[in-house]
């Protein structure tokens, strides 16, 4: 499997689980900017889209979006536990934490990389990504992940997010229990080699 990624990007999530599990993979690099990937191919022959995260399989089909390939990888280890089964309850509550992690935290955040807004529009949008964090606050001092008690694909995901705090000047220590949750999940072998693997520990 190859995955094309690009630092301080959602792609980490992917890269995150590749490591949870200890699957074979290669990382292919793509400068967001120009859309050329690090062996010179034009990325948009391989995800029209034209955003990472995109998994090439051995086969050569390529899965994209985060959410998915996350769940496709949990899938081909299912006793690592990363994901319940599919068809469970616990495999629905995980894809809504999912869904939670892109329509909230992840698109949530976007605009505020976007410095041509006007303040008192960046003001509403981190705002509203703050009663998000009010939310998962509440939901993390009494559990140690999303979906409970272990680490899951969404866990991935949410931390990757929440690593782009940083470039909005936003202190996670106002939400003690987000920050905690934040350290923990970055403590862990998998979440530290990734981070080295793209230069970004």
Excluded at 36 to 58: M, S, Y
Excluded at 74 to 96: F, I
Excluded at 127 to 150: C, E, M, P, T, W
Aim: hydrophobic share 45%; aromatic share 12%.
């Amino acid at each position: 499997m190859k995955l094309y990624y690009a630092p301080h990007t959602c792609s980490l999530s992917p890269h995150i689980v590749l490591r949870e599990l200890g699957l074979p993979f290669d990382l292919v690099k793509v400068d967001n900017r120009t859309k050329q990937t690090a062996d010179g191919r034009d990325f948009r022959t391989i995800n029209p889209k034209g955003n990472v995260a995109a998994l090439e399989l051995d086969d050569g089909q390529v899965l994209t979006e985060g959410p998915a390939i996350v769940q496709y990888l949990a899938d081909l280890e299912p006793e690592s536990g990363l994901a319940p089964r599919a068809g469970t309850w616990g495999r629905v509550r995980l894809q809504e934490w999912l869904n939670f992690v892109t329509s909230e935290i992840h698109a949530g955040s976007a605009p505020l990389f976007n410095a041509a807004l006007p303040e008192e529009t960046l003001a509403y949008f981190r705002n509203r990504l703050f009663k998000r964090f009010d939310f998962l606050q509440d939901v993390l001092r009494h559990q140690d992940y999303l979906a409970g008690a272990s680490f899951s694909v969404a866990d991935a995901y949410l931390f990757t997010v929440l690593g782009w705090c940083r470039f909005f000047a936003i202190d996670l220590g106002r939400w003690p229990a987000l920050q905690a949750y934040a350290q923990r999940v970055g403590a862990r072998p998998a979440v530290q080699a990734s981070l080295r693997a793209e230069s970004m520990a």
